[in-house]
C-alpha cells in the first residue's frame, strides 16, 4: 500500500475519533437547554463531558495539524477555501470552551445564562457547519488550476451540503441524548432517552437522504461500491442503536450511534478517494491523494509517529473514561463552586 | 489597506494574544505540580490550599491558551495557504506531532486532574499534573522548532518541480540550533512569568490581607521570588546565547536590534536613544560600550556588521531589493523585553528583602508593585515575540520565501477584514471576563479545604460525590 493511501485512511480516522468523540459533546451541549430543567440538571450535563470534551476536541487540532504535514495542498486549499464557515467554527469553539470552564465560577443567574448559550451555539454552530463542510469537500468545489478555492461563500450553502450540515446535527443530537441517558441518573435520563428515540427517528431519515445523495453525487466514483456497502452499515447501526434504546439497553444503543458516525464518515471517505478534493470545474484540476501529498520522507516519518503515539492516545483516553465511567446525578455534584450566599466561604 | 497587510496584523495580533497566556500557563502547570508535591510529602495543608487557589487561577488561563492556540494552526491555511503549500511537507510535520504527542496529553490528563480528586489515588492524581506538564514543554518545543525553520531553514532542499520546501533530515529540524536556544530562553521566560504571577498574588494578598493565610502566603511569595531569580539569570543566559546564534543566522537581525547602520569594532549598546533611528546623526543616547559586540559575539571587541553592509550582502545573494526590517520597532522591542524582564527579576529581589525575618510588604507602593509585577514579564514576552517575528522580515521563511507570497491568494481582503475584526473583539471581550475573573479568584484568597472526602469515616453518599465539579 502507498504512504499516500495509508495517510489518507489516517487523516480519515482522525475526523472519525473526532466526530465520534466530540459528536456527543456537541450533541449534548445543543440540548442542554431543553433537556434540562435547572441549573443542578444543567451542571449534570455539562459534568457529564467534563472531563473528557477538551481531549475529544485535540483529535480536530491533530486531524489539522495531520492533514498540514501530509497533504499540505489539502490543508492549504480546504482552509483558504472554506474561509468564512471556519471562521464561525472557531470563534464557536472559543465561546463554548471558556463557557464549561468559567460558567460554574460566578453564582449570577444572569452570568451562568449567557454562558449556557454559548454552549448551546458553540455546539449548534460547529455541529452544523462540520457537515456542511464534509458536503462540499465531497461534492465537489470550484477549485482552478492552481488548486485555488474560486467559488463564494454562498456557494458553500447549496442544498446537499446544507443537509450534510442537518445529517451530521441531527447525528450528534442522537448520540448526544444516548450519552446522556448512557452517563446520568434519575429524571435526566430518563427524558435524554424518550428524547433520543424521536431524535434518533430523524436522524436515520435525514442520514439517509444524504447518504442517498452522495450516491447521485458520486456517481462515477472509483469505490462507490464500497461507499455504498459502509453506508449501509451506517443505516443499520442507526436502526440497532434505536432499538436498543428502545429496549433500554443504553451501552448499546451508544456503541451504535458511534458506529453509525464511524462509518457514515468512512463512507464519505471513500467515495472520496483517490480524490480529496474534488474540483467541480475540471477533474484534472482535482487534489488527489497523489498531488497533494508531502514527500514519501516525510510521510513514513509521520507514519512511524502515528503508529507509535496513537494507540498510546487511544489507551489513556480510554483510561480517562474508564475512570469516570459511573453515572452521574444530580446530588452527585459538589455545591456550586461559588454559592451565591457567602462569596467568601466557596468550596472549590 | 490590502489583504497581506490585514493578514499580518490578524497574525500579529492573535499570535500576541495567544502567547499572554501560553508562557503563564507553561510555568503554572510546573509550579502548582509543585505546591501539589510540597502537600504530597508534607501533608501541610498550606501547600494544598495553594495548589487549589493557583490551580483555579492556571485553569482560567490554560482555557484561554487553549481556545486562541486553535486560531493559530487553523490560521495558516486560512491566511497563508500559499505559504502552506509552500513549507508543508517540513512545517506540518513538527505541528502534528505536537498534536498527537503533546496536546493530547495536557488535555487528557488535565481533564483526569481537574476531575480526578478523590477518583485516584493521591500519587496518580499528582502524576497527572506532572504529565499535563510535560506535556506543555514537549508542545513548546515542537512549536519552537516549526519557527525556527521560519528563521533558519535547515534539513531540507528546494524542489523546482514542485516549487516547494521539501524535508530531507528531520533530525536537523528538530535539532536546529536556533529552536535549541529559543526553547531555553522561551521556558525560562515562562518561569519568570508565573513566578511573577505568583509572587504579584501573594504580595497583593500579604499586603491587602496581612492577618489572611499570611503563613501560606510568605512560602508563595518566597517560592514566587526564588524562581523568578532563577528564572531570570536563565534568561539573561540563553538570551545571550541566542543572540550568537541569531548574528550568525540572521546578521540583519541583530544590526537592526540596535540600529547600527555601519558595520563597528568595539559596538555599544545604547539603553535608549532620542533621534530618528533612520541611520542619520542620533540627537542623544546612553551607550554601554562594547556591550553589542559582546552580545553579538562573545568578544567585546568584535566587529558587528551594520544594516547597510548586511544589506547589500543580501542584494548580492537574493538580488536586488529592500531587506531591512522596521527599524524603530525592531531598536525599541528589542530594549523594552530585556527592560521590564530586568524589573522583574528586581522586583523579586525586593520582595524577599521585604519580607526578611517575620516582615510582611504593607503600605500603596507594595499593593502598586504586586499590581505591575505580573504584567512585566507579559510585556517581556510579547516585546521579545515581536522582536523575533518583525526582524525577520520581509522573510516569512529567512531566504526563501518573502512574506509577501506566502498570503492567501484566494482570499479576499473582505473576508480577511471580517477575520481580524472578529477575532479582535472576541478576544477583546475575553480578555475583560478573564481578568475580572482572575481579580474575582485572587480577591477571595484561599479557598477552605473541601470536606474530605476520602476520610474514613466519609459516608458511601460523600465518596460517591465528585470533589469537583464545573
Known sequence: MHLTTIWFALIAILWIGYFVLEGFDFGVGVVMPFLARDDAERRVLINSIGPVWDGNEVWLIVAGGATFAAFPEWYATLFSGFYLPLFLILVALIFRNVAFELRGKRPEATWRAAWDRAIFFGSLVPALLWGVAFGNIVRGVALDRDHEYVGSFLDLLNPYALLGGLCTLSLFVTHGLVFVSLKTRGDVRVRARASARKAGVVAAVIAVAFLGFTYLQRRGAEHLGWFALLAALAALCLVGALIAVRAGREGWAFLGTAGTIALAVASLFVSLFPDVMPSSLDPAFSLTTTNAASTPYTLGIMTWVAVVFTPLVVLYQGFTYHVFRRRLGVDDLPASPTPPAEPVASAR | ?470
Open chain 2, 1 to 470: 489597506m490590502n489583504t497581506l497587510g490585514v493578514a499580518r496584523w490578524q497574525f500579529g495580533i492573535t499570535t500576541v494574544y495567544h502567547f499572554l497566556f501560553v508562557p503563564l500557563t507553561i510555568g503554572l502547570a510546573f509550579l502548582v505540580a509543585g505546591l501539589q508535591t510540597a502537600h504530597h510529602r508534607s501533608r501541610d495543608e498550606q501547600w494544598l490550599r495553594l495548589t487549589n487557589f493557583f490551580g483555579k487561577l492556571f485553569l482560567i488561563n490554560f482555557a484561554m491558551g487553549v481556545v486562541t492556540g486553535i486560531v493559530q494552526e487553523f490560521q495558516f491555511g486560512m491566511n497563508w495557504s500559499a505559504y502552506s503549500r509552500f513549507v508543508g511537507d517540513i512545517f506540518g510535520a513538527p505541528l502534528a506531532i505536537e498534536g498527537l504527542l503533546a496536546f493530547f496529553l495536557e488535555s487528557t490528563f488535565l481533564g483526569l486532574w481537574i476531575f480526578g480528586r478523590g477518583r485516584l489515588s493521591a500519587r496518580l492524581h499528582l502524576a497527572t499534573i506532572w504529565i499535563a506538564a510535560l506535556g506543555s514543554l514537549l508542545s513548546a518545543y515542537f512549536i519552537l522548532a516549526a519557527n525556527s525553520f521560519m528563521q533558519h531553514p535547515v534539513g531540507y532542499r528546494f524542489n523546482p518541480e514542485r516549487r516547494r520546501a521539501e524535508l530531507t533530515d528531520i533530525v536537523a529540524v528538530l535539532t536546529n540550533r536556533v529552536a535549541v536556544v529559543t526553547f531555553a530562553h522561551t521556558i525560562c521566560s515562562a518561569f519568570l512569568t508565573a513566578g511573577a504571577f505568583v509572587l504579584g498574588v501573594a504580595i497583593w494578598q500579604l499586603a491587602r490581607h496581612p492577618t489572611r493565610d499570611a503563613a501560606a502566603f510568605r512560602k508563595a511569595v518566597k517560592l514566587g521570588a526564588a524562581v523568578c531569580l532563577v528564572a531570570a539569570a536563565g534568561v539573561a543566559a540563553s538570551g545571550d546565547a541566542q543572540a550568537k546564534v541569531m548574528t550568525e543566522v540572521q546578521p540583519m537581525k541583530m544590526a537592526a536590534a540596535e540600529a547600527l547602520y555601519d558595520t563597528r569594532r568595539h559596538a555599544g549598546f545604547s539603553l535608549f536613544t532620542v533621534g530618528t533611528l533612520g541611520g542619520q546623526e542620533e540627537l542623544y543616547s546612553v551607550r554601554v560600550p562594547g556591550l553589542l559586540s559582546y552580545l553579538a559575539t562573545g568578544d567585546g571587541d568584535g566587529t558587528v556588521d551594520g544594516i547597510r553592509d548586511t544589506e547589500a550582502a543580501y542584494r548580492a545573494k537574493y538580488g536586488p531589493g529592500d531587506y531591512a526590517p522596521n527599524i524603530p520597532l525592531t531598536y525599541w522591542t528589542f530594549r523594552l523585553m530585556i527592560g521590564v524582564g530586568m524589573l522583574a527579576a528586581a522586583a523579586a529581589a525586593w520582595a524577599l528583602w521585604a519580607i526578611r525575618g517575620q516582615r510582611l510588604p504593607s503600605g500603596k507602593w507594595a499593593v502598586a508593585a504586586a499590581i505591575v509585577l505580573p504584567l512585566t514579564p507579559l510585556l517581556g514576552n510579547s516585546f521579545g515575540w515581536i522582536f523575533t517575528e518583525m526582524g525577520r522580515q520581509p522573510w516569512i521563511v529567512f531566504g526563501l520565501m518573502p512574506t509577501a507570497s506566502g498570503v492567501s491568494p484566494s482570499v479576499s481582503l473582505g473576508e480577511v477584514l471580517v477575520s481580524l475584526i472578529g477575532f479582535t473583539l472576541v478576544y477583546g471581550v475575553l480578555a475583560v471576563i478573564e481578568v475580572r475573573l482572575l481579580i474575582d479568584v485572587i480577591r477571595r484568597g484561599l479557598p477552605p479545604l473541601p470536606a474530605s472526602t476520602g476520610a474514613p469515616g466519609a459516608s458511601a453518599d460523600d465518596k460517591r460525590r465528585l470533589a469537583f465539579a464545573y
